[in-house]
């Protein structure tokens, strides 16, 4: 065998090693892609809240698990608290407690308190309201929330450690009851 020949031929070789290893690594990391891809959307994922709307439940910067389990087979009940899409903004998620279901009566108010009404949340559309009333935009501001807007149902604190565990429930909880 030649000199150029050999020399050739470890080319070849190397090149084939070289190429072999770079397609499993992408083979690779295209299945694990995949592999978290559908854990972070059809399992869950940590998320951190920002803003004053669910104090006291969640502080601004907390970290909370949401589980996205619920919104695939309807599970969302009244008194949970979601991650949704915000209607107003579609690139900002909102974190909110869900205090009514399709056909549910809601006594809303708007931000002055002399005006109430009562209405009825529609098919397929949630109502969603912060804890913290004085100070969050939601539903009795942009009206019923489609539920394909709702991303997840949160349950648990993360951090900080001195709240860790499931969330509590609302502060608010006469506003389920509303007749």
């Not at 209607?87 to 708007?110: A, F, Q, T, Y």
């Not at 860790?164 to 009851?177: A, E, I, W």
Request: hydrophobic share 35%; proline share 6%; with cysteine.
């Amino acid at each position: 065998m030649e000199y150029g020949q050999w020399w050739q031929s470890l080319h070849r070789t190397m090149l084939r090693g070289v190429l072999g290893k770079t397609f499993r690594l992408v083979g690779y990391t295209i299945q694990y892609g995949c592999i978290a891809h559908c854990a972070f959307e059809y399992v869950g994922g940590v998320v951190m809240c920002s803003g004053p709307s669910m104090e006291p439940t969640i502080q601004n910067s907390d970290i909370v698990f949401a589980e996205n389990l619920s919104r695939h087979f309807y599970g969302i009940q009244r008194g949970d608290i979601v991650i949704a899409k915000s209607p107003s903004d579609p690139k900002s998620n909102i974190c909110k407690r869900v205090i009514g279901l399709e056909g549910d009566k809601i006594l809303s108010s708007s931000p002055s308190v002399f005006f109430k009404s009562h209405s009825y949340v529609p098919t397929g559309h949630v109502w969603l309201e912060g804890d913290n009333l004085q100070n969050s935009t939601d539903s009795r501001y942009y009206g019923p929330v489609p539920y394909g807007l709702i991303r997840g149902r949160i349950f648990f604190k993360i951090w900080p450690l001195s709240d860790f565990g499931f969330l509590r429930d609302s502060p608010n909880g006469h506003r389920f009851s509303d007749d």
